[in-house]
Protein backbone atom coordinates (compact mmCIF):
# COMPACT_ATOMS: atom_id res chain seq x y z
CA UNK A 1 0.00 0.00 0.00
CA UNK A 2 1.45 3.69 -0.70
CA UNK A 3 3.16 4.47 2.71
CA UNK A 4 1.25 8.19 3.13
CA UNK A 5 -1.74 7.89 4.45
CA UNK A 6 -4.20 11.11 4.16
CA UNK A 7 -6.79 10.80 7.03
CA UNK A 8 -9.97 13.27 6.77
CA UNK A 9 -12.95 13.57 9.02
CA UNK A 10 -16.47 14.06 8.09
CA UNK A 11 -18.30 14.05 11.13
CA UNK A 12 -21.38 14.18 9.12
CA UNK A 13 -24.84 12.69 11.28
CA UNK A 14 -27.52 14.28 8.80
CA UNK A 15 -27.43 11.26 6.47
CA UNK A 16 -28.78 8.87 9.33
CA UNK A 17 -31.06 11.73 10.85
CA UNK A 18 -29.99 10.42 14.32
CA UNK A 19 -27.42 12.74 16.97
CA UNK A 20 -24.08 11.50 18.10
CA UNK A 21 -22.47 9.87 14.67
CA UNK A 22 -21.11 13.02 13.80
CA UNK A 23 -18.63 12.48 17.13
CA UNK A 24 -17.61 9.33 15.08
CA UNK A 25 -14.36 10.76 13.50
CA UNK A 26 -13.09 12.35 17.07
CA UNK A 27 -13.82 8.85 18.60
CA UNK A 28 -11.61 7.16 16.00
CA UNK A 29 -8.95 9.59 16.50
CA UNK A 30 -9.20 9.41 20.22
CA UNK A 31 -8.68 5.68 19.82
CA UNK A 32 -5.01 6.65 18.07
CA UNK A 33 -5.67 6.06 14.76
CA UNK A 34 -2.65 8.59 13.93
CA UNK A 35 -0.50 6.53 16.82
CA UNK A 36 -1.15 2.88 15.30
CA UNK A 37 -0.36 3.30 11.27
CA UNK A 38 2.60 5.57 12.42
CA UNK A 39 3.87 2.79 14.26
CA UNK A 40 3.73 0.30 11.25
CA UNK A 41 5.39 2.61 9.70
CA UNK A 42 3.05 4.69 7.18
CA UNK A 43 3.45 9.11 7.26
CA UNK A 44 -0.07 9.80 8.49
CA UNK A 45 -1.29 13.25 6.96
CA UNK A 46 -4.24 14.40 9.13
CA UNK A 47 -6.27 17.01 7.39
CA UNK A 48 -8.85 17.37 9.76
CA UNK A 49 -12.57 17.73 9.09
CA UNK A 50 -14.79 18.49 6.75
CA UNK A 51 -17.77 21.39 8.31
CA UNK A 52 -20.56 19.79 8.06
CA UNK A 53 -23.65 22.20 8.88
CA UNK A 54 -26.94 21.50 10.18
CA UNK A 55 -29.77 23.06 9.59
CA UNK A 56 -33.20 23.71 11.59
CA UNK A 57 -35.54 21.67 8.97
CA UNK A 58 -34.68 18.44 7.03
CA UNK A 59 -37.21 18.90 4.19
CA UNK A 60 -36.15 19.81 0.33
CA UNK A 61 -38.71 20.89 -1.92
CA UNK A 62 -40.09 18.24 -3.93
CA UNK A 63 -38.02 15.46 -2.42
CA UNK A 64 -39.03 12.77 0.51
CA UNK A 65 -34.81 13.00 0.91
CA UNK A 66 -33.50 14.56 4.39
CA UNK A 67 -30.95 17.18 4.47
CA UNK A 68 -30.52 16.49 0.79
CA UNK A 69 -29.04 20.43 0.55
CA UNK A 70 -26.69 19.90 3.11
CA UNK A 71 -25.51 16.41 2.10
CA UNK A 72 -24.66 17.53 -1.76
CA UNK A 73 -22.35 20.25 -0.52
CA UNK A 74 -20.61 17.66 1.82
CA UNK A 75 -20.46 15.28 -0.60
CA UNK A 76 -19.13 17.36 -2.86
CA UNK A 77 -16.52 19.06 -0.73
CA UNK A 78 -15.66 15.61 -0.06
CA UNK A 79 -15.14 14.38 -2.89
CA UNK A 80 -12.80 17.07 -3.96
CA UNK A 81 -10.98 16.46 -1.16
CA UNK A 82 -10.23 13.00 -1.67
CA UNK A 83 -9.32 13.55 -5.40
CA UNK A 84 -6.62 15.60 -4.16
CA UNK A 85 -5.17 13.52 -1.58
CA UNK A 86 -4.95 10.66 -4.32
CA UNK A 87 -3.35 13.82 -6.72
CA UNK A 88 -0.42 13.85 -3.75
CA UNK A 89 -0.16 9.46 -4.31
CA UNK A 90 -1.69 9.51 -0.87
CA UNK A 91 -4.07 6.57 0.41
CA UNK A 92 -7.30 8.76 1.28
CA UNK A 93 -8.62 7.16 4.46
CA UNK A 94 -12.15 8.73 5.59
CA UNK A 95 -13.34 8.44 8.99
CA UNK A 96 -17.24 8.87 9.31
CA UNK A 97 -19.57 10.14 10.21
CA UNK A 98 -22.81 8.19 9.12
CA UNK A 99 -22.50 5.66 5.83
CA UNK A 100 -23.84 8.57 3.42
CA UNK A 101 -20.02 10.20 3.68
CA UNK A 102 -19.90 6.97 0.91
CA UNK A 103 -21.19 9.59 -1.97
CA UNK A 104 -18.58 11.39 -2.00
CA UNK A 105 -15.70 9.44 -1.28
CA UNK A 106 -16.55 7.06 -4.03
CA UNK A 107 -16.86 10.27 -6.33
CA UNK A 108 -13.32 11.60 -5.44
CA UNK A 109 -12.02 8.22 -5.63
CA UNK A 110 -13.34 7.77 -9.40
CA UNK A 111 -11.57 10.87 -10.48
CA UNK A 112 -8.35 8.97 -10.13
CA UNK A 113 -9.47 5.55 -10.17
CA UNK A 114 -12.94 5.11 -12.60
CA UNK A 115 -12.95 1.21 -12.71
CA UNK A 116 -12.78 1.16 -8.79
CA UNK A 117 -13.97 -2.19 -7.11
CA UNK A 118 -15.90 -1.77 -4.18
CA UNK A 119 -16.59 -3.87 -1.10
CA UNK A 120 -19.57 -3.38 0.71
CA UNK A 121 -18.51 -4.11 4.46
CA UNK A 122 -22.27 -3.72 6.23
CA UNK A 123 -25.15 -5.33 7.75
CA UNK A 124 -27.13 -3.57 5.08
CA UNK A 125 -27.33 -2.84 1.42
CA UNK A 126 -27.42 0.63 1.63
CA UNK A 127 -29.28 0.44 -1.77
CA UNK A 128 -32.53 2.38 -1.56
CA UNK A 129 -33.92 5.33 -3.53
CA UNK A 130 -36.13 8.41 -2.68
CA UNK A 131 -39.09 5.29 -4.19
CA UNK A 132 -38.51 2.76 -2.02
CA UNK A 133 -36.48 4.03 1.43
CA UNK A 134 -38.62 3.63 4.03
CA UNK A 135 -37.45 6.47 6.15
CA UNK A 136 -35.97 9.49 3.89
CA UNK A 137 -32.34 8.58 5.32
CA UNK A 138 -29.76 9.18 2.59
CA UNK A 139 -27.21 6.94 4.91
CA UNK A 140 -29.28 4.16 3.22
CA UNK A 141 -28.76 4.96 -0.51
CA UNK A 142 -24.91 5.39 -1.18
CA UNK A 143 -23.89 2.88 -2.95
CA UNK A 144 -27.07 2.94 -5.30
CA UNK A 145 -26.21 6.60 -5.84
CA UNK A 146 -22.47 5.44 -6.51
CA UNK A 147 -24.21 2.95 -8.95
CA UNK A 148 -26.11 5.49 -11.03
CA UNK A 149 -29.42 5.48 -9.77
CA UNK A 150 -30.93 7.86 -7.08
CA UNK A 151 -32.20 11.28 -6.96
CA UNK A 152 -30.22 14.03 -9.72
CA UNK A 153 -28.73 15.91 -7.31
CA UNK A 154 -27.04 13.39 -5.69
CA UNK A 155 -25.75 11.12 -8.64
CA UNK A 156 -24.12 13.61 -10.30
CA UNK A 157 -21.72 14.58 -7.94
CA UNK A 158 -18.30 14.23 -9.48
CA UNK A 159 -19.78 13.47 -12.98
CA UNK A 160 -23.11 11.21 -13.67
CA UNK A 161 -20.67 9.26 -16.36
CA UNK A 162 -18.23 8.66 -13.49
CA UNK A 163 -20.19 5.33 -11.43
CA UNK A 164 -18.80 1.98 -9.76
CA UNK A 165 -19.98 -1.37 -12.16
CA UNK A 166 -21.96 -3.89 -10.55
CA UNK A 167 -20.04 -6.49 -11.53
CA UNK A 168 -17.27 -5.03 -9.25
CA UNK A 169 -19.39 -4.64 -6.55
CA UNK A 170 -19.41 -7.16 -3.36
CA UNK A 171 -21.36 -6.68 -0.22
CA UNK A 172 -20.12 -8.55 2.89
CA UNK A 173 -22.07 -9.04 6.26
CA UNK A 174 -25.50 -8.30 4.63
CA UNK A 175 -28.52 -9.45 7.28
CA UNK A 176 -30.94 -6.35 6.78
CA UNK A 177 -32.04 -5.65 3.11
CA UNK A 178 -35.77 -3.57 2.17
CA UNK A 179 -37.60 -5.30 -0.14
CA UNK A 180 -36.23 -2.77 -2.76
CA UNK A 181 -33.19 -3.26 -2.43
CA UNK A 182 -33.61 -7.41 -2.65
CA UNK A 183 -35.25 -6.47 -5.85
CA UNK A 184 -32.21 -3.94 -6.93
CA UNK A 185 -29.67 -6.71 -5.84
CA UNK A 186 -31.41 -9.03 -8.43
CA UNK A 187 -32.18 -6.98 -11.49
CA UNK A 188 -28.01 -5.85 -11.19
CA UNK A 189 -26.95 -8.99 -10.78
CA UNK A 190 -24.93 -7.58 -7.29
CA UNK A 191 -22.94 -10.27 -5.24
CA UNK A 192 -23.78 -10.58 -1.85
CA UNK A 193 -22.26 -12.62 0.93
CA UNK A 194 -24.77 -12.55 3.61
CA UNK A 195 -24.21 -14.04 7.01
CA UNK A 196 -25.73 -17.26 5.64
CA UNK A 197 -22.48 -17.66 2.99
CA UNK A 198 -20.21 -16.43 5.91
CA UNK A 199 -21.23 -18.99 8.20
CA UNK A 200 -21.14 -22.14 5.58
CA UNK A 201 -18.09 -20.91 3.82
CA UNK A 202 -15.33 -19.49 6.61
CA UNK A 203 -14.53 -15.92 5.54
CA UNK A 204 -11.18 -17.40 4.16
CA UNK A 205 -13.39 -18.18 1.20
CA UNK A 206 -15.47 -15.51 1.31
CA UNK A 207 -12.61 -13.35 0.74
CA UNK A 208 -10.81 -15.08 -2.24
CA UNK A 209 -13.82 -14.98 -4.10
CA UNK A 210 -14.63 -11.27 -3.14
CA UNK A 211 -10.52 -10.49 -4.51
CA UNK A 212 -11.76 -12.48 -7.76
CA UNK A 213 -15.23 -10.19 -8.31
CA UNK A 214 -13.19 -6.92 -6.83
CA UNK A 215 -10.12 -6.75 -8.80
CA UNK A 216 -11.68 -8.01 -12.25
CA UNK A 217 -10.47 -5.02 -14.97
CA UNK A 218 -10.29 -2.57 -12.21
CA UNK A 219 -7.81 -0.51 -11.24
CA UNK A 220 -8.23 -0.25 -7.67
CA UNK A 221 -10.63 -1.22 -4.76
CA UNK A 222 -12.10 0.71 -2.48
CA UNK A 223 -13.03 -0.43 1.23
CA UNK A 224 -16.29 1.08 2.66
CA UNK A 225 -16.62 -0.35 6.17
CA UNK A 226 -19.58 0.23 8.24
CA UNK A 227 -19.21 -0.93 11.79
CA UNK A 228 -22.59 -2.18 12.17
CA UNK A 229 -21.46 -5.05 9.58
CA UNK A 230 -19.83 -6.23 13.06
CA UNK A 231 -22.09 -8.08 15.21
CA UNK A 232 -23.35 -5.47 17.80
CA UNK A 233 -21.24 -7.59 20.71
CA UNK A 234 -18.37 -6.25 19.32
CA UNK A 235 -19.14 -2.88 18.04
CA UNK A 236 -22.12 -1.69 20.27
CA UNK A 237 -22.15 2.12 19.15
CA UNK A 238 -23.74 1.89 15.81
CA UNK A 239 -27.24 3.58 15.24
CA UNK A 240 -29.00 1.03 13.53
CA UNK A 241 -27.23 -2.45 15.15
CA UNK A 242 -28.29 -6.30 13.64
CA UNK A 243 -27.46 -9.01 15.96
CA UNK A 244 -25.87 -11.88 14.46
CA UNK A 245 -23.51 -10.13 12.74
CA UNK A 246 -19.13 -10.77 11.47
CA UNK A 247 -17.61 -11.21 14.62
CA UNK A 248 -14.00 -9.55 15.74
CA UNK A 249 -12.05 -12.37 14.48
CA UNK A 250 -13.43 -12.79 10.86
CA UNK A 251 -12.98 -8.87 10.62
CA UNK A 252 -9.77 -8.98 11.28
CA UNK A 253 -8.85 -12.18 9.22
CA UNK A 254 -10.57 -9.86 6.00
CA UNK A 255 -8.37 -7.31 7.03
CA UNK A 256 -5.40 -9.24 6.58
CA UNK A 257 -6.14 -10.82 3.86
CA UNK A 258 -6.92 -7.92 2.11
CA UNK A 259 -3.39 -6.57 3.77
CA UNK A 260 -2.09 -9.44 1.77
CA UNK A 261 -3.59 -8.65 -1.44
CA UNK A 262 -2.34 -5.51 -1.84
CA UNK A 263 -5.47 -3.76 -3.59
CA UNK A 264 -7.39 -1.62 -1.51
CA UNK A 265 -6.48 1.93 -2.94
CA UNK A 266 -9.04 4.24 -0.68
CA UNK A 267 -10.83 2.91 2.41
CA UNK A 268 -13.81 4.63 4.89
CA UNK A 269 -14.72 3.61 8.47
CA UNK A 270 -18.40 4.88 9.16
CA UNK A 271 -21.23 4.82 11.86
CA UNK A 272 -19.20 4.84 14.79
CA UNK A 273 -21.64 6.56 16.93
CA UNK A 274 -19.68 7.30 20.65
CA UNK A 275 -23.19 8.59 22.02
CA UNK A 276 -24.54 4.72 21.76
CA UNK A 277 -20.94 3.22 22.76
CA UNK A 278 -19.51 1.48 25.94
CA UNK A 279 -16.38 3.46 26.68
CA UNK A 280 -14.95 3.69 23.24
CA UNK A 281 -15.36 0.11 22.03
CA UNK A 282 -16.40 0.42 18.67
CA UNK A 283 -14.22 2.83 17.81
CA UNK A 284 -11.20 1.07 19.44
CA UNK A 285 -12.02 -1.83 16.80
CA UNK A 286 -12.40 0.45 13.89
CA UNK A 287 -8.72 1.27 14.79
CA UNK A 288 -7.86 -2.25 15.52
CA UNK A 289 -9.14 -2.99 11.93
CA UNK A 290 -7.10 -0.50 10.30
CA UNK A 291 -4.02 -1.86 11.86
CA UNK A 292 -4.70 -5.13 10.01
CA UNK A 293 -6.03 -3.84 6.57
CA UNK A 294 -2.40 -1.17 6.43
CA UNK A 295 -0.77 -4.93 7.68
CA UNK A 296 0.01 -4.64 11.14
CA UNK A 297 1.25 -8.22 12.45
CA UNK A 298 1.83 -9.64 15.54
CA UNK A 299 5.52 -11.17 14.68
Not at 62 to 76: A, F, M, P, R
Not at 139 to 162: F, N, Q
Request: charged content about 20%; aromatic content about 4%; overall charge negative.
Amino acid sequence: MNSNISILGVPMDLGADRRGVDMGPSAIRYAGVTERLEKIGYQVHDQGDLVVRRPEKYSTPGTNLKYLDEIVQVSTELADAVASEMKKGHFPLILGGDHSIAIGTIAGVLQYKPNTGIIWYDAHGDLNTAETSPSGNIHGMPLAVSLGYGHERLTSIGGADLKVKPENVVIIGARSLDPGERDFIRKLGIKVFTMHEIDRLGMTQVMEEVLKIVTDGTDGVHLSLDLDGLDPHDCPGVGTPVIGGISYRESHLAMEILAEANVVTSAEFVEVNPILDNMNQTATVAVALMGSLFGEKLL
